[in-house]
């Protein structure tokens, strides 16, 4: 394979005769519509429940006397914050926004980044701190979601439920997959069948590093089925959509 031709005028010139621009391309323009889409639902303050029917934008569902905006406010920072330090997303717009490098054998863009040990990059190193937060907050969709199959002490069965647990399971995947929870089970142990305790971690360790191998998968997908869920819901409280009983 020959190698790419990099000169100083032209950053990003390679001899690479494929559409490489194609992929940061599509996740800069995938990253900026949820980003919109996030921040409007998040200001709308409305809409974000119907009955026992919970949009994840704003769960848990925080309502203080003296907080005079939006709930979602108090929660989104935090799978924000998840996914804006996980190690997918990182390579991810680094490569889409800020072109560094935007594609593999294609030179670098103009972008001043020089490491995460300057701000606002070093604020990667929270990434563990966030999943402790993001893993509560996952917890708490579960509860969400099961409350949703039951209203006024009865047992019920909707299409908008099964869209509530579609999209807990692929936030789990994608939350109990990272790289940070893998290190917690496992990637500090030099002796996995040393105890019963580390044989046990031993087989989380490897459960957890399956999902690992998909990460960007369920990161995409997590990010899509968030979305979706909290439109539907939406379209749900304002009467637009039916939540489909099934039963």
């Known amino acids: 394979m020959s190698q790419p031709v990099l000169t100083p ?23 900026t519509l949820f980003i919109i889409y996030a921040t409007w639902r998040a200001f709308e303050f409305k809409y974000f429940e119907f009955n026992q029917y919970l949009s994840p934008f704003y769960s848990p569902k925080i309502i203080l006397d003296f907080w005079k905006f939006s709930p979602a406010i108090l929660v989104l920072w935090i799978p924000a914050g998840f996914r804006a ?22 030179g670098h863009g103009d972008s001043k980044y020089s490491g995460e040990t300057a701000f606002p990059f070093i604020l990667q190193n929270l990434h563990r701190y966030f999943f402790y937060l993001a893993a509560l907050v996952v917890l708490w969709l579960w509860k969400d979601a099961f409350e949703s199959i039951y209203w006024q002490g009865q047992f019920t069965f909707s299409i908008l439920s099964l869209v509530m647990f579609v999209n807990v399971i692929l ?58 869920t909290d439109f539907y819901i939406r379209q749900v409280a304002c009467h637009a959509f039916d939540p489909m009983r099934l039963f």
């Open 9 to 31: 005028s032209h950053p990003t010139k390679t001899t690479r005769n494929d559409n490489w621009w194609l992929e940061p391309a599509s996740i800069a323009l995938g990253f």
């Open 85 to 106: 330090t996980c190690y997918y997303y990182r390579k991810a717009y680094y490569r889409a926004y800020f072109m560094d490098p935007p594609a593999c054998g294609v």
């Open 171 to 228: 936030l789990s995947n994608y939350t109990f997959g990272c790289h940070a929870y893998r290190h917690l089970v496992g990637g500090k142990l030099d002796c996995f069948s040393c105890t019963k305790a580390t044989q046990t971690k031993h087989k989380v360790w490897k459960f957890v590093s399956k999902l690992n191998e998909h990460h960007m998968f369920w990161a995409w997908l997590s990010l899509f089925s968030v979305g979706f």
